[in-house]
């Protein structure tokens, strides 16, 4: 296993970013587990700061260099960029050649989101998809614009959703499913419970929007509160959650949709969208699913188990208990260990 060099691209953001944390997260799995592997950033010197981490990280400039052009060249036609396009892409296979710091028999691994140009990135150099939401995987794709999937040895995904998705898409390709890990020593029941609920503004602002307007013409809250998750450490969120008794999830075409898995392990009742990816997750015995943009219906589910619990408090507090149950035990870290131990052991073979 450590023989081949995993290299997994990633993008140089400097703000939050789930699929960047999971990137890390994959890395560090392999790497305490004999495997050797590395995140791959643009700048040199890059490291997402925003999470403390001591993950494995290489540099490779030419390789998203040639990304970038490629993108351009797929959103402009024009002479003029092709041209450049061309001399860019001699120069950047050139210094490819030539590159060191890749591993010509080593394995590249490519999230979702370029997956249009997976043939034009290193032709030469196998590679693995790790598609952390399926609904990006056509993406910078045009109608008439196809790749040829040669290098590509499989895909991994976050979701049962997005394997089936892609088992459809791609029928003859090699897709393997792996669960995501949720640290319990982070996210973990709450049994104090406050009168309040929960929800993150950035995702689809204007259903949050309409949704809390209603609630508020229809004086529905009386006494509880309403708390905005934003701009928070990880550690901060974890508490909202444990004193909320409700979340509500905005989830949209989600690869998996992390916060309202971390919502239930902290104990809350979930109200909301489950964004296709949170299916798995989203059981009636524990949680209330609104079909994608009802905002009336997502209203009255607000409004029915806010009067359950005033009705019988414990009903709702059970079915948090039972969420959060449900949810440690299924995305243990120690889960996640295993099925990326798992595939990437196959893959290998």
């Not at 290299?7 to 944390?21: E, L, Q, R």
């Not at 392999?30 to 999470?51: C, I, P, Q, S, T």
């Not at 524990?286 to 409004?303: A, G, L, M, T, Y």
Request: charged share 25%; proline share 3%.
């Amino acid at each position: 296993m450590e023989d081949t060099i995993l290299y997994f691209m990633c993008p140089d953001n400097k703000k939050a970013s789930g699929g960047v944390k999971q990137i890390y997260r994959q890395v560090d799995i392999l790497n305490k587990n004999g495997f050797n592997a590395y995140v791959l950033h643009k700048k040199k010197g890059f490291r997402a700061n925003w999470f403390l981490n001591n993950t494995k990280i290489k540099y490779n400039p030419t390789i998203f260099r040639n990304l970038k052009y490629q993108i351009k060249k797929q959103k402009n036609d024009s002479l003029f960029l092709k041209l450049i396009f061309n001399i860019n892409t001699f120069l950047d296979n050139f210094l490819s050649s030539t590159n060191r710091d890749l591993d010509k028999n080593g394995i590249l691994i490519i999230p979702e989101i370029y997956g249009a140009f997976v043939d034009s990135i290193e032709p030469n150099i196998k590679k693995v998809i790790f598609n952390q939401n399926c609904y990006y995987t056509f993406n910078n794709y045009s109608i008439d614009y196809f790749f040829k999937n040669q290098t590509v040895l499989a895909t991994i995904i976050a979701s049962i959703d997005g394997k089936n998705y892609l088992d459809f898409t791609y029928p003859s390709s090699i897709n393997y499913r792996i669960r995501l890990g949720i640290d319990k020593n982070i996210f973990n029941y709450g049994a104090i419970k406050k009168k309040q609920i929960a929800f993150m503004p950035r995702k689809l602002n204007e259903d949050v929007i309409q949704i809390i307007n209603i609630l508020k013409s229809r004086n529905s809250l009386n006494d509880w509160k309403l708390i905005p998750i934003d701009k928070k450490s990880e550690n901060e969120v974890a508490q909202i959650l444990k004193e909320s008794l409700i979340f509500l999830s905005f989830n949209y075409r989600e690869g998996f949709g992390l916060p309202p898995a971390e919502a239930m392990a902290c104990g809350c009742f979930v109200i909301g969208y489950a964004g296709r990816g949170g299916e798995e997750y989203f059981k009636p015995e524990f949680s209330s699913k609104v079909e994608d943009r009802n905002i009336v219906e997502f209203v009255k589910q607000i409004e029915f188990s806010i009067s359950e619990y005033e009705k019988k408090a414990e009903n709702l507090l059970i079915k948090g208990k039972i969420a959060s149950d449900f949810i440690l035990d299924e995305y243990s870290l120690e889960n996640e260990n295993n099925d990326i131990i798992k595939v990437w052991t196959d893959i290998l073979l």
